[in-house]
């Protein structure tokens, strides 16, 4: 898929831009705090309808504004596309084409895009709940199914977390009323978990071969699933249906004592081992970096195979942070076939001299000029 134009208004420090004339490759230069990060993150809204960096849209309209717009036009393989998100303090709308989406789980995934930030080595180093937002983030934008059944999750599990609550100051346990929210959660926990597993399943294919090229053939990278019930491989749902149960009336009574639901897939995890040791703990930040570009390179392929288009690809702030080696391995792997979107602070600190029809756009306080 190609951009060929976006237009913002008073979205973050932008009051009203329209860009297009975009390349395969493009630069946006500028200093600290000018408007490059939220010029890129604007696209990726546009593909996933919320940003990598917050959960709270109210942070996208620019300040002292009422609502925001963001909109762009994307040549894919069949046909072109005109996409738009309106935020205000009311929520969020979503147009494909003109026409409001009643769903937004209909708009997410139109266009696809992969990010690569300074902060996704909390990917591989941070805590669990970052690991778990970057697998629902990317199966969500090439399965709007997932989306459904995470967000009936999600409600199931705050409806099922006040009721234990509830039992508990009243020192009362209806057991009826429990087996109604296993019954619910164990339905979209397990099509959640079954996802997740085989979404980890193809990235691994991806990631370990870039992984093994990135470090030259020394590097194994294994990924895995750490589910808080059942096996580890286990992908049938029948059998997934009744793991999640026994595990439920294990931990019964202490659920009534915490109040709070103890398995499940919001409680689990994906670790990420090299060569047998595990990358959280004993990689260096080297290869904690090099585990978590492997991942978006594998990602890109993963959502060709897919869906069978490339993502367009967002690098911010990253290219001057690797090393030459690894700077090149990134280029071959988009350039010609993934259009991209660059920031930089300087044009020396990255290796221009290799991108190919790339086309520079400078920003400063929220204007841009080519
Ligand atoms: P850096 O090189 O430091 O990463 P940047 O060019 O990527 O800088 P951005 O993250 O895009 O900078 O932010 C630019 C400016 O936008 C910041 O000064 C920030 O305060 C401002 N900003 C963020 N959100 C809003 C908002 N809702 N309304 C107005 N301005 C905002
Ligand atoms: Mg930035």
């Not at 929210?181 to 164990?186: I, M, P």
């Not at 044009?347 to 000029?369: M, T």
Request: net charge neutral; hydrophobic share 35%; glycine share 8%.
């Amino acid at each position: 898929m190609f951009i060929n134009q976006i237009s913002l208004q008073n979205y973050r420090n932008y009051e009203h831009i329209q860009l297009d004339s975009f390349s395969p490759v493009n630069l946006f230069i500028g200093q600290n705090a000018q408007g490059k990060t939220n010029l890129i993150e604007a696209l990726f809204v546009l593909a996933l309808s919320k940003s990598h960096r917050t959960n709270k849209d109210k942070e996208l309209i620019s300040f002292g504004a009422d609502n925001a717009r963001i909109a762009c036009e994307a040549e894919k393989k069949y046909g072109n596309v005109k996409l738009e998100l309106n935020f205000s303090s009311r929520g969020k709308k979503a147009k494909i084409n003109g026409l409001e989406q009643r769903k937004l789980s209909d708009f997410i995934g139109t266009i696809n895009a992969v990010m690569f930030a300074p902060e996704d080595l909390e990917i591989v180093k941070g805590s669990p709940g970052v690991r778990r937002r970057f697998l629902d983030m990317e199966i969500g934008q090439v399965q709007p199914s997932y989306l459904y059944h995470l967000q009936q999750y999600q409600k199931v599990l705050v409806q099922r977390n006040n009721y234990l609550k509830q039992s508990w100051s009243a020192g009362s346990k209806d057991a009826t009323m429990l087996d109604i929210w296993n019954e619910q959660l164990v339905e979209h926990g397990v099509k959640i978990v079954r996802k997740r597993k085989q979404f980890i399943h193809k990235l691994q294919g991806w990631a370990e071969n870039i992984h093994m090229g990135i470090t030259g053939g020394k590097e194994k990278l294994v990924l895995s699933y750490v589910p808080s019930f059942g096996g580890v491989e286990e992908e049938d749902e029948a059998v997934l249906f009744e793991q999640f149960m026994i595990k439920l009336s294990q931990v019964k009574e202490q659920e009534y004592r915490r109040g709070a639901t103890l398995a499940g897939p919001h409680r689990d995890d994906l670790t990420f081992h090299i060569n047998g040791n595990e990358a959280a703990v004993f990689g260096s930040q080297g290869q904690q970096r090099t585990t978590a570009l492997s991942l978006k390179l594998a990602e890109i392929e993963l959502i060709h195979e897919e869906i069978g288009e490339y993502p367009i690809l967002l690098l911010d702030d990253v290219l001057s942070e690797l090393d030459p080696y690894r700077q090149t391995q990134l280029i071959e792997t988009f350039q010609n076939k993934v259009q991209t979107f660059i920031t930089a602070t300087g044009i020396e600190s990255i290796n221009a001299g290799r991108l190919k029809e790339a086309q520079i756009f400078h920003v400063h306080q929220g204007h841009v000029e080519k």
